[in-house]
């Protein structure tokens, strides 16, 4: 079986590739120079209690508004999906407002982004898999052949992209 992971740090979701060609593409991009952008000490080392801090450079800030898509322009590109193809937008919850930034920048309609921060907020690499969950069963959207377009961040500058029909 070939399988396709993506999402943030860890594979969040995993598709199986049907016979119906199912995937379609992916596309990722990092740099490594950015992947102290989330940090934590250890608590053994310095024997107090430590938070997570991420550190929002102006390089950072400048990715996340202009080039942090380009993997799914370029994916969407050279597929040939653009987006009145693509059914379904899901991606990682950072916030509703970068949500919708994304759809926006990526041209496609607000209805088509599905979200479940409003349930559970930031979840990390566990809101995809709850975003299928929840408009595939409990408040079925997503239908068989439909197109979603997955896209993800994660520390440093890291995205990546995947076309996928259910």
């Known amino acids: 079986q070939d399988y396709s992971p993506i999402g943030d740090g860890a594979a969040a979701v995993v598709l199986e590739v049907a016979e119906n ?17 989330v940090k934590m000490d250890s608590a053994g080392r310095t024997k107090h209690h430590e938070t997570i801090q991420f550190v929002f450079t102006e390089e950072f800030k400048t990715f996340l508004k202009t080039n942090a898509t380009d993997v799914a322009k370029e994916l969407m590109v050279s597929t040939g999906f ?4 693509v059914d379904w937008f899901i991606c990682h919850q950072v916030g509703v407002k970068a949500l ?7 041209e496609l309609a607000p209805e088509k982004l599905l979200n479940s921060f409003m349930w559970t907020g930031n979840c990390m690499a566990s809101n995809m ?13 997503i239908k068989r052949g439909d197109v979603i377009l997955f896209y993800a961040l994660s520390s440093g500058f890291h995205a990546s992209a995947l076309l996928w029909r259910y």
């Open 129 to 141: 898999p709850l975003v299928l969950d929840h408009y595939i069963n409990k408040e079925p959207r």
């Open 21 to 37: 060609n199912s995937f379609i593409g992916i596309n990722e991009r990092r740099d490594e120079r950015f992947f102290d952008f």
């Open 100 to 106: 919708k930034g994304w759809c926006r920048t990526l």
């Open 82 to 85: 653009l987006p009145n193809k």
